[in-house]
């Protein structure tokens, strides 16, 4: 990465353009400035009549939000996803002429993106626009953390480019970021079909017999709920709602195309800020209740219910055992806690660590993912009764999305409880343990309870 001290965006691309001509080559060129914005929200929702290659992130835990328009870079991958996707992004910033004189995560380049679930699983049509390693280096990033702003324009500067084009650029993102917005109507759901309710019950009755067989001791079914709205969707009203709603997750949405890929996931894969790791094992749940002492009362049966320590047990112990070779001072705790949301309980258990050097984390995701959480134990095993059984493209969904920045700080969350948007049509997947005392009747009523959060959003209450 070339680094340089000119204070000006001018300046910046002036020598990337140069620096194009001199080699007859494309140069990626970055510049960075603070900026004072109240509400990224509302640049996502201006952005849209200019590009459909909008991407949102946000952490209400951690108060910081990133908006990202337009395509500059993408970074694409089928085999070896992981290796590939991280030699191409080194590869990239090896030769960017970054400015960003800041110390902030978030600033610099950043690449924004996601991963499917399982490559070597069913494929369909539903993800069509969604590829199995798919990164975007943003045009603009605007990153928002508390009290402090940035803007990052990254562009690929052709040889025989004029400056005057990304000054106008410049120009045109700092006028949208002030621009005044009125946000549409939220839709209403016209009606809701069940995809295959029937064939996935029977499904989990055939993993609870593999269970007491002992080739496996979980298995993680998922299934799809598809949704017709009164309208088109309007993401940055859906964003905004699950904002509201869902105070501890993850907000995200990937817009490829014509579709968008958006939810609200309370499970972190992990997030590398400088040495630091932090990662969090979220596993075993119970529904919310209806009265305080019954809210209390279901959270202290799930924090002693054998099933769902035992299904916890198994993230712990993966997500130790998996950060290992490329941390120190790792720090877990030896009992969980039990994590409140709008619709539900999780046990939650914090896992912190120091990442050694030359470390990146791409290299931590491919360890993480899947998680048993999301997969199964023993994980081969897991993933090949699913491959063989189950009735879904889980394309995105329970795979690892999020961002990462030129210095190497980034967050990557499970993408559960979220939905497909393809214009006036949603599909919403969730996911449940299959432990050997299961019930099947009850793991589909527990899919019921977490597709809750998107779809009260959607039916705009």
């Known amino acids: 990465m070339i680094e340089v001290k000119e204070k000006s965006m001018e ?52 108060d910081y939000s990133i908006v990202g328009i337009g395509k500059t870079w993408e970074i694409t991958a089928q085999s070896s996803r992981f290796t590939v996707t991280k030699q191409k992004w080194e590869q990239l910033l090896a030769e960017a002429i970054v400015h960003d004189p800041y110390e902030a995560e978030g600033t610099g380049i950043v690449a924004l993106g996601g991963m499917s679930f399982d ?15 798919q990164f975007i280096v943003p045009e603009f990033i605007v990153f928002k953390n508390k009290s402090k702003s940035y803007l990052t324009m990254t562009s690929a500067v052709q040889p025989n480019d004029q400056l005057d084009t990304f000054i106008s650029k410049w120009n045109q993102i700092v006028e949208l970021l002030d621009a005044p917005v009125q946000f549409p ?50 993401v940055a009203v859906v964003l905004k709602n699950l904002i509201n709603k869902q105070k501890n997750s993850f907000i995200f949405a990937f817009e490829q195309g014509e579709d968008c890929f958006l939810g609200a996931t309370p499970e972190r894969l992990v997030k590398i800020h400088g040495t630091s790791l932090f990662s969090t094992c979220l596993a075993g749940t119970a529904p919310r209740g209806r009265t305080k002492m019954e809210d209390n009362q279901i959270s202290e049966a799930l924090l002693h219910d054998e099933k769902n320590r035992e299904e916890h047990d198994y993230v712990v112990q993966m997500i130790k055992k998996s950060v290992e070779d490329y941390c120190t001072d790792i720090d877990i705790p030896t009992e969980p806690i039990v994590y409140q949301l709008k619709n539900l309980h999780h046990l939650y258990t914090p896992v912190h660590a120091k990442i050694k050097k030359e470390v990146s984390l791409f290299d931590i995701i491919e360890k993480l993912h899947p998680t048993p959480a999301l997969g199964g134990v023993p994980r081969e095993e897991s993933l090949a009764f699913i491959r063989e059984n189950e009735q879904l493209d889980r394309g995105w969904y329970g795979a690892p999305v999020g961002w990462i920045d030129s210095k190497g700080n980034g967050e990557f969350a499970v993408a559960i409880r979220s939905g497909l948007i393809q214009g006036d049509e949603v599909s919403l997947f969730a996911g449940c343990g299959v432990m050997k005392d299961s019930n099947p009747e009850a793991e589909y009523e527990e899919t019921k309870v977490k597709l809750l959060p998107m779809l009260t959003v959607l039916e705009g209450s």
């Open 11 to 62: 300046s910046v691309f002036s020598l990337a353009i140069q620096k194009a001509n001199k080699q007859n080559t494309v140069q990626i060129a970055s510049f960075t400035q603070e900026i004072r914005i109240k509400d990224l929200l509302k640049l996502f929702e201006a952005a849209k009549k200019f590009n459909k290659n909008r991407m949102f992130w946000t952490s209400t835990e951690a």
């Open 119 to 133: 490559p070597d699983g069913q494929q369909t049509t539903l993800w069509k626009n969604f590829l199995s390693s």
């Open 185 to 234: 109507q939220a839709t209403t759901i016209r009606y809701k079909k069940e995809i295959g309710s029937e064939e996935w019950i029977e499904i989990v009755k055939k993993a609870i017999d593999e269970i007491k067989k002992q080739r496996v001791k979980k298995i993680v079914l998922a299934r799809e709920l598809r949704v017709k709205l009164n309208k088109q969707a309007e």
